[in-house]
Every structure is written in C-alpha cells, then in structure tokens.
C-alpha cells in the first residue's frame, strides 16, 4: 500500500491521546503533547517519527503524522494552557479515515496493559501494521457502502466497504 511506502524508513512510533476537548487544539497548534511528567519519553520522539492521535471519548485513531521536530518541552507554551508541556510538533502527511480501537487493538495487542489501555510507544512492526490499516479519504468517493449504525457512537457512521480486506471505513 502507498501509505507504508511513504514511512519505508521509520523505526518507531507513538501514540498520543485526546480527548474531544484537546483535539481541536492539537489540529490548532499542529502539537501534542503529554504532562510534564512525560517529558523523558517524549524526548525520545525524532524529527519524522510516525505519530497517531487516539481520541479517548470516540475510541477513534487518527493519522499517520510525522513528527516535524524532536520532542521537547513547551515548544508551543500556549496550547493546552500549559497543561501538556511535553510536546512535539506535527505534520499531517495525508488525510486518512480514523481507524475504530477494534480494528486496530491487534495490530498493537501487545501494548495494552488492560482490556482499555495502552503504552504509547510503538516498535516498527507495529507502526508497518498500523499504516496497512488506513485509508486516504479519498478512497471514501471510490467505495460502494452501505451505513452501518453504531449505538456506542451516535455522531460516527461507519461504512462498510464490499472489498475483500472487511476493515470499516470511518467518517464523521
């Protein structure tokens, strides 16, 4: 697939978290960030380093970026009201369709610590398995579907795509 030949090169990755409420603010800024407390593993993030932002109130992943610089402290002070002061800039490589936690928790099962929680840092097997995973947005148009309703998530429709690879397709 075109998204994993773009990122032939990474070695690892990670994964930030948001809630509805951040979200907006990482797009804003072009930055996510963690507590000060997490500064030493978001140290560890390069320049193009694969990152993806897990939404915690839609179980929804978002991504791939590539991390612009390395991560450091308060690169954007202003963002989140200094609440989340280990950060690392962002940029969005290609549009992607969010990834439900139950389409992508095996590609990363052995990160999760209980049934609903996960370490953030990826090796590259993982990251190679979640960028086979998404789907530009613009495959969206192409797709014959059918909607499916999800009770869990009144404000998401899932499509359902009639290709061989059964993996849902996601919008708002």
Not at 30 to 47: C, D, H, S, T, W
Not at 84 to 95: G, L
Not at 136 to 158: M, Y
């Amino acid at each position: 697939m075109e998204t994993i030949k773009k990122w032939e090169k990474c070695k690892s990755g990670f994964i930030f978290m948001c809630s509805e409420r951040t979200k907006e603010e990482c797009y804003v800024n072009r930055v996510f960030g963690l507590p000060r407390n997490q500064l030493e593993m978001v140290a560890k993030i390069e320049a193009g380093t694969v990152l993806f932002l897990f939404d915690l109130d839609r179980k929804l992943l978002f991504g791939p970026y590539a991390a612009s610089c390395n991560g450091g402290a308060d690169l954007v002070p202003e963002a989140f009201g200094g609440r989340f002061p280990s950060q690392v800039k962002f940029e969005i490589t290609e549009d992607c369709l969010p990834l439900p936690e139950s389409v992508f928790k095996d590609a990363i099962l052995d990160n999760y610590t209980t049934k609903f929680k996960f370490k953030p840092e990826l090796i590259s097997d993982q990251v190679d398995k979640l960028l086979s995973l998404f789907r530009p947005i613009s495959l969206l148009d192409q797709l014959p579907s059918q909607v499916i309703h999800n009770p869990l998530h009144e404000s998401l429709t899932l499509l359902a795509p009639s290709n061989s690879d059964g993996i849902p397709y996601c919008s708002k």
